[in-house]
């Protein structure tokens, strides 16, 4: 007879190979053609709102590994609340406008030698930002992301661009928009001013050179003795470009300066650093004369190293001792902590470099140099005329354009700002930051400090692409033209006609007719700059979440990477509190950077870039999904092929699992064949106490976004407590008792709880996945529901267990560790094969004896899967004995068991059955054959 065929052998469809490449585009389309999102839309309505806002990536290029990242994130996130009971939205958006798109554009007209006016390029820039949404949805898509696909929000819709103007129009009616001539980060390749998100900083080889500023007049007691034609201040400075700007020797009115005399010349410098400047200046002797605070100093005049000029000596309280001499050389028109020094005194915001970065012709020596080439060229200047101290070459981090990565520098040119301080915008976003909820926590501080810190926000860009600065400027007495009724019009255009029309029409068509100047001028002249896109997508609360009758404000969260704390979570900050006083998000998260497996940065240039279709092509978007959930991702995160092949091995692992549950629930009617819970095997109900701690787990770390904690519990829960503990125990039951017995019948409900709820668990990271296993599934629990997505989460609140039995099963786990380590040893020497081959003596300490009552010999061969356990008092006069060092007292020997292999369940047996027929099988087999066929 054979006996495989009386076993209950495991049967399914669902494939032990994923091939995802293949089964993932396949749901997609399932989950398409069914509307799948609109139909989760619809079944959570009147449910709790949570408002998730995703900040708009750029439209610009395929989608790279902090895309993918980002997004993945978002949607773990969303399903997450969904599977709450929330009513959590997922509506995309892109930032569609800035130079970018411009300058790709432009280079393209360049190469055909072609020249078009400004509204041709603003078209051509609106058509490549459309192709790259489109590009970008199809690949965010094909990540498993669910999200309002058809109806994103783009920072060119004309909705959205009469946003912009209406928010910016509040900003201007409240007095909250100057234009002034200050120091700005400007792009000398691109020719416009940069915001401080668009600077990145990276090492740069720059002089380094100590510079002689000749004293003139007016130095005060004590200092007044010495000779001033040979007394000179000692600046330092990285940037000799500047000096032709140099307006100033700034001091610090709190410490000691000293003049120190060496090679026959004496320099002022701060005392704190004389010891290491002249170690420096490779000068031996030298003598102090005399020493006072830097506030005696104040309002000596020195002249200009190389240029018939002053430059004044002034007070600061931005010097430090950090490096350099403790005098700073001063630029009004080239630094933000001089201009506001300079305007203290009264100087002029001095800037003689063009927007090419080019010195303008009436710089003397210089004039038509471009500010870079200069260098060389103003320290042999300095040489020649004896005020060159020192110089050398130093290699440190230096501000560059993130756009075309090259230097750029500061220069003063008029632009629009946004003051900080006027109406008390700094202030009150500080205290907003204080009640925003920042994960990880060190986000505020990093927040907070660029905030406190920031200067006034440029918000004007001289460039094509983006939304006008819709200001009119009365020709006549220059004041803003402040109206309400203007930017109602202006609004209303732009809602009709897009920002193009802005570009093409005169002041005079742009305005309602009769508008006049409070100076009674009719004359206006419009403005031509386009607003920083950093205010446009900082109004996308306004935009999206303010707007949208199915949301509300503010949102609940923001996620970004951490580059935004001085970006988007920035601006939007800033854009919020200006108009409304109010912070637009309840809590903020964001996430690191993707590295390569050595933990650098990915970039072309270094050939380590892994793109996410290479990804998906080669393993699939669930393991793609499960990397993202494996690390720490508030920390920057390594990717590399070596890790990638570790998680599809762990993806293997935990989709064998379901294949286990399924296997073995073919012959399951979840209506009609559960048994209750509380008359549920022990072994049975303990698994599920088991999973009710993971469960448990993982929702808290759903609750807390750390989903790392799920990957590390989800699996090992799949490959220890169930793949080498409970189904390694249970496969024999599973298999060998008669398929309608009440111990089997026991074993398949646990099987099921544990399909139905693992598979809800892990639908928000292993999205397609837990899908397929859905499609799969018994059917009580997908009535009604096509998609595992559309469930909510599990209620384990209902599982209680006894602490007695959770005891007991505590015991006996750690007493199957014992065992197997003994068995272990005992297959080292060859003695067994297989488990089954053996038989355990053991003898039990006291505590363990006590919490099985011994009640459990009969049961413990099925535990430690071997054909016979037992119970002896002492193992003294035997050989080989294993003595456990976790349970004191226990002592493990196995033997080789002897009697005959069951041909049906492969345990040994020493009693033969009664019948001819039957003498290959274990009793237990014959009386299981026999129940099954009565």
Same mark, same amino acid.
């Given at each position: 007879?054979?006996?495989?065929?009386?076993?209950?052998?495991?049967?399914?469809?669902?494939?032990?190979?994923?091939?995802?490449?293949?089964?993932?585009?396949?749901?997609?389309?399932?989950?398409?053609?069914?509307?799948?999102?609109?139909?989760?839309?619809?079944?959570?309505?009147?449910?709790?709102?949570?408002?998730?806002?995703?900040?708009?990536?750029?439209?610009?290029?395929?989608?790279?590994?902090?895309?993918?990242?980002?997004?993945?994130?978002?949607?773990?996130?969303?399903?997450?609340?969904?599977?709450?009971?929330?009513?959590?939205?997922?509506?995309?958006?892109?930032?569609?406008?800035?130079?970018?798109?411009?300058?790709?554009?432009?280079?393209?007209?360049?190469?055909?030698?072609?020249?078009?006016?400004?509204?041709?390029?603003?078209?051509?820039?609106?058509?490549?930002?459309?192709?790259?949404?489109?590009?970008?949805?199809?690949?965010?898509?094909?990540?498993?992301?669910?999200?309002?696909?058809?109806?994103?929000?783009?920072?060119?819709?004309?909705?959205?661009?009469?946003?912009?103007?209406?928010?910016?129009?509040?900003?201007?009616?409240?007095?909250?928009?100057?234009?002034?001539?200050?120091?700005?980060?400007?792009?000398?390749?691109?020719?416009?001013?940069?915001?401080?998100?668009?600077?990145?900083?990276?090492?740069?080889?720059?002089?380094?050179?100590?510079?002689?500023?000749?004293?003139?007049?007016?130095?005060?007691?004590?200092?007044?003795?010495?000779?001033?034609?040979?007394?000179?201040?000692?600046?330092?400075?990285?940037?000799?470009?500047?000096?032709?700007?140099?307006?100033?020797?700034?001091?610090?009115?709190?410490?000691?300066?000293?003049?120190?005399?060496?090679?026959?010349?004496?320099?002022?410098?701060?005392?704190?650093?004389?010891?290491?400047?002249?170690?420096?200046?490779?000068?031996?002797?030298?003598?102090?004369?005399?020493?006072?605070?830097?506030?005696?100093?104040?309002?000596?005049?020195?002249?200009?190293?190389?240029?018939?000029?002053?430059?004044?000596?002034?007070?600061?309280?931005?010097?430090?001792?950090?490096?350099?001499?403790?005098?700073?050389?001063?630029?009004?028109?080239?630094?933000?902590?001089?201009?506001?020094?300079?305007?203290?005194?009264?100087?002029?915001?001095?800037?003689?470099?063009?927007?090419?970065?080019?010195?303008?012709?009436?710089?003397?020596?210089?004039?038509?140099?471009?500010?870079?080439?200069?260098?060389?060229?103003?320290?042999?200047?300095?040489?020649?005329?004896?005020?060159?101290?020192?110089?050398?070459?130093?290699?440190?981090?230096?501000?560059?354009?993130?756009?075309?990565?090259?230097?750029?520098?500061?220069?003063?040119?008029?632009?629009?700002?946004?003051?900080?301080?006027?109406?008390?915008?700094?202030?009150?976003?500080?205290?907003?930051?204080?009640?925003?909820?920042?994960?990880?926590?060190?986000?505020?501080?990093?927040?907070?400090?660029?905030?406190?810190?920031?200067?006034?926000?440029?918000?004007?860009?001289?460039?094509?692409?983006?939304?006008?600065?819709?200001?009119?400027?009365?020709?006549?007495?220059?004041?803003?033209?402040?109206?309400?009724?203007?930017?109602?019009?202006?609004?209303?255009?732009?809602?009709?006609? &897009? @920002? =193009?029309?802005?570009?093409?029409?005169? $002041?005079? #068509?742009?305005?309602?007719?009769?508008? /006049?100047? !409070?100076?009674?001028?009719?004359?206006?002249?419009?403005?031509?700059?386009?607003?920083?896109?950093?205010?446009?997508?900082?109004?996308?609360?306004?935009?999206?979440?303010?707007?949208?009758?199915?949301?509300?404000?503010?949102?609940?969260?923001?996620?970004?990477?951490?580059?935004?704390?001085?970006?988007?979570?920035?601006?939007?900050?800033?854009?919020?509190?200006?108009?409304?006083?109010?912070?637009?998000?309840?809590?903020?998260?964001?996430?690191?950077?993707?590295?390569?497996?050595?933990?650098?940065?990915?970039?072309?240039?270094?050939?380590?870039?892994?793109?996410?279709?290479?990804?998906?092509?080669?393993? &699939? @978007? =669930?393991?793609?999904?499960?990397?993202? $959930?494996? #690390?720490?991702?508030?920390?920057?995160? /390594?990717? !590399?092929?070596?890790?990638?092949?570790?998680?599809?091995?762990?993806?293997?692992?935990?989709?064998?699992?379901?294949?286990?549950?399924?296997?073995?629930?073919?012959?399951?009617?979840?209506?009609?064949?559960?048994?209750?819970?509380?008359?549920?095997?022990?072994?049975?109900?303990?698994?599920?106490?088991?999973?009710?701690?993971?469960?448990?787990?993982?929702?808290?770390?759903?609750?807390?976004?750390?989903?790392?904690?799920?990957?590390?519990?989800?699996?090992?829960?799949?490959?220890?407590?169930?793949?080498?503990?409970?189904?390694?125990?249970?496969?024999?039951?599973?298999?060998?008792?008669?398929?309608?017995?009440?111990?089997?019948?026991?074993?398949?409900?646990?099987?099921?709880?544990?399909?139905?709820?693992?598979?809800?668990?892990?639908?928000?990271?292993?999205?397609?996945?837990?899908?397929?296993?859905?499609?799969?599934?018994?059917?009580?629990?997908?009535?009604?529901?096509?998609?595992?997505?559309?469930?909510?989460?599990?209620?384990?609140?209902?599982?209680?267990?006894?602490?007695?039995?959770?005891?007991?099963?505590?015991?006996?786990?750690?007493?199957?560790?014992?065992?197997?380590?003994?068995?272990?040893?005992?297959?080292?020497?060859?003695?067994?094969?297989?488990?089954?081959?053996?038989?355990?003596?053991?003898?039990?300490?006291?505590?363990?004896?006590?919490?099985?009552?011994?009640?459990?010999?009969?049961?413990?061969?099925?535990?430690?899967?071997?054909?016979?356990?037992?119970?002896?008092?002492?193992?003294?006069?035997?050989?080989?004995?294993?003595?456990?060092?976790?349970?004191?007292?226990?002592?493990?020997?196995?033997?080789?068991?002897?009697?005959?292999?069951?041909?049906?369940?492969?345990?040994?047996?020493?009693?033969?059955?009664?019948?001819?027929?039957?003498?290959?099988?274990?009793?237990?087999?014959?009386?299981?054959?026999?129940?099954?066929?009565?």
């Amino acid at each position: 007879m054979d006996y495989k065929e009386t076993l209950n052998l495991p049967q399914t469809d669902f494939p032990m190979k994923a091939n995802l490449t293949r089964r993932e585009p396949e749901i997609l389309a399932r989950w398409e053609s069914e509307d799948l999102y609109g139909e989760i839309r619809k079944q959570s309505r009147g449910k709790p709102k949570f408002v998730f806002h995703d900040g708009p990536p750029y439209a610009n290029g395929h989608i790279h590994m902090g895309h993918a990242l980002n997004k993945i994130l978002k949607d773990f996130i969303v399903k997450i609340m969904t599977m709450k009971g929330y009513d959590a939205t997922f509506i995309p958006g892109w930032d569609c406008h800035g130079l970018p798109i411009e300058h790709q554009v432009t280079k393209k007209l360049k190469e055909k030698k072609l020249t078009p006016g400004k509204t041709e390029v603003r078209k051509l820039c609106r058509e490549y930002a459309d192709g790259f949404v489109s590009i970008q949805r199809d690949e965010f898509i094909r990540l498993g992301v669910f999200a309002d696909w058809n109806k994103p929000y783009l920072t060119m819709d004309y909705s959205y661009e009469a946003t912009i103007v209406r928010e910016f129009g509040k900003f201007v009616m409240s007095g909250q928009v100057y234009q002034g001539l200050k120091p700005v980060h400007w792009c000398t390749s691109c020719q416009t001013a940069l915001a401080e998100a668009e600077v990145e900083h990276a090492d740069r080889s720059s002089p380094s050179i100590y510079v002689k500023f000749p004293l003139k007049s007016g130095l005060p007691p004590p200092f007044d003795f010495l000779d001033k034609n040979k007394t000179f201040f000692v600046i330092w400075t990285t940037t000799p470009w500047t000096l032709p700007a140099n307006l100033a020797v700034c001091l610090h009115p709190d410490f000691q300066y000293a003049a120190g005399e060496m090679s026959g010349e004496v320099y002022i410098v701060a005392d704190d650093r004389l010891p290491t400047l002249v170690e420096e200046w490779g000068i031996k002797d030298y003598k102090i004369l005399e020493k006072c605070e830097g506030k005696e100093l104040e309002h000596a005049v020195c002249r200009h190293p190389f240029i018939d000029r002053d430059s004044k000596v002034i007070l600061g309280g931005h010097v430090t001792l950090e490096q350099g001499t403790g005098c700073v050389h001063t630029a009004p028109g080239h630094g933000q902590d001089d201009y506001v020094v300079g305007n203290k005194y009264g100087l002029e915001t001095y800037n003689p470099v063009d927007d090419a970065g080019v010195f303008v012709p009436e710089v003397e020596h210089f004039g038509g140099q471009f500010v870079f080439k200069a260098n060389p060229l103003i320290i042999d200047k300095l040489r020649e005329n004896g005020n060159l101290l020192a110089d050398a070459t130093i290699q440190h981090s230096y501000p560059h354009c993130w756009r075309c990565h090259k230097p750029i520098i500061f220069r003063a040119t008029r632009q629009w700002f946004i003051p900080m301080d006027k109406n008390g915008l700094r202030e009150k976003a500080l205290s907003a930051i204080d009640r925003v909820k920042w994960i990880p926590s060190w986000g505020k501080e990093r927040i907070y400090s660029m905030v406190e810190n920031r200067p006034d926000w440029c918000v004007s860009r001289q460039r094509a692409w983006g939304v006008p600065i819709t200001i009119f400027t009365c020709v006549e007495c220059k004041k803003i033209l402040q109206s309400e009724e203007v930017f109602r019009h202006i609004v209303e255009l732009v809602e009709k006609n &897009g @920002a =193009d029309f802005w570009f093409e029409k005169t $002041a005079g #068509e742009l305005l309602p007719s009769g508008v /006049r100047c !409070s100076c009674g001028s009719e004359k206006f002249a419009k403005e031509n700059d386009i607003l920083d896109v950093w205010f446009d997508s900082g109004v996308s609360h306004a935009a999206v979440v303010e707007n949208n009758s199915q949301l509300q404000w503010p949102a609940d969260l923001y996620l970004e990477g951490t580059d935004q704390h001085r970006g988007w979570f920035h601006s939007s900050l800033l854009e919020s509190i200006g108009t409304r006083g109010k912070e637009p998000y309840k809590a903020v998260l964001t996430h690191g950077y993707v590295v390569d497996g050595k933990g650098k940065k990915m970039s072309k240039s270094a050939g380590n870039v892994i793109p996410p279709q290479k990804i998906i092509d080669q393993f &699939g @978007a =669930d393991v793609l999904r499960l990397w993202v $959930a494996s #690390e720490n991702y508030r920390e920057d995160i /390594r990717l !590399s092929q070596e890790i990638l092949k570790r998680l599809t091995e762990a993806y293997r692992k935990i989709r064998n699992t379901f294949r286990y549950f399924l296997g073995n629930l073919n012959d399951f009617d979840p209506q009609n064949d559960q048994v209750p819970i509380n008359d549920l095997m022990e072994i049975d109900r303990y698994i599920l106490y088991r999973y009710k701690l993971l469960a448990d787990k993982i929702l808290t770390a759903y609750e807390n976004y750390e989903f790392h904690v799920f990957y590390q519990s989800f699996y090992k829960f799949c490959v220890v407590d169930l793949s080498n503990f409970y189904f390694d125990i249970l496969k024999d039951r599973l298999y060998t008792f008669p398929r309608l017995s009440q111990e089997r019948r026991s074993g398949q409900t646990a099987l099921y709880i544990l399909l139905r709820d693992m598979a809800k668990l892990m639908a928000p990271v292993l999205s397609f996945t837990a899908e397929e296993v859905w499609s799969h599934m018994p059917q009580e629990e997908t009535s009604g529901k096509k998609s595992v997505h559309q469930s909510l989460f599990p209620d384990v609140s209902q599982y209680h267990f006894e602490d007695e039995l959770i005891g007991k099963w505590e015991m006996l786990v750690a007493l199957k560790g014992e065992v197997s380590k003994a068995l272990e040893l005992c297959r080292k020497d060859k003695v067994i094969g297989h488990s089954l081959d053996a038989v355990v003596q053991l003898v039990l300490p006291d505590n363990i004896r006590t919490v099985l009552k011994n009640d459990f010999e009969d049961d413990l061969k099925f535990i430690f899967i071997v054909s016979q356990v037992d119970l002896v008092n002492s193992l003294e006069n035997e050989t080989g004995v294993y003595k456990s060092e976790e349970l004191e007292g226990l002592q493990v020997l196995s033997k080789r068991m002897g009697g005959q292999k069951c041909e049906r369940c492969w345990n040994y047996f020493l009693e033969s059955a009664q019948t001819t027929e039957q003498a290959n099988i274990c009793p237990r087999c014959v009386n299981n054959l026999q129940s099954a066929t009565a």
